[in-house]
């Protein structure tokens, strides 16, 4: 499927972004086991949601003034918010590695 509005390429590269990011920071984590990316982590997830949001709320308002465009527009909203899912796993992961004991 070809994206055809910017915005929604613009929104796609943001959840690849995020995802990436996030990613890298639960990997480095899970593999080193460095307490201080938990903060980095936390504050990280604070700003991508946020980021996030805004988009999608964007992408709300994009797909209520482009219906023609309503497949690309609902598409592109589902691969943003599968970050928070996706989150969610990494947080919990973290959270009860028994590698790994965190205390907060």
């Known amino acids: 499927m070809k994206i055809t509005q910017s915005m929604n390429r ?28 938990i ?3 936390t504050y990280y997830v604070l700003i991508a949601f946020t980021l996030n949001v805004i988009t999608f709320i964007g992408l709300l308002v ?26 969610l796993v990494y947080t919990l992961l973290v959270i009860n590695n028994p590698l790994h004991s965190v205390h907060f």
């Open 10 to 37: 613009n929104a796609l590269l943001i959840a690849a972004t995020s995802f990436g990011i996030g990613t890298s920071l639960f990997a480095t984590y899970f593999i080193t086991g460095w307490k201080h990316l």
């Open 39 to 41: 903060v980095i982590g």
């Open 62 to 87: 994009n797909s209520i003034i482009t219906t023609h465009l309503y497949k690309e527009n609902m598409i592109t909203m589902l691969f943003l918010l599968a970050n928070l899912p996706i989150a």
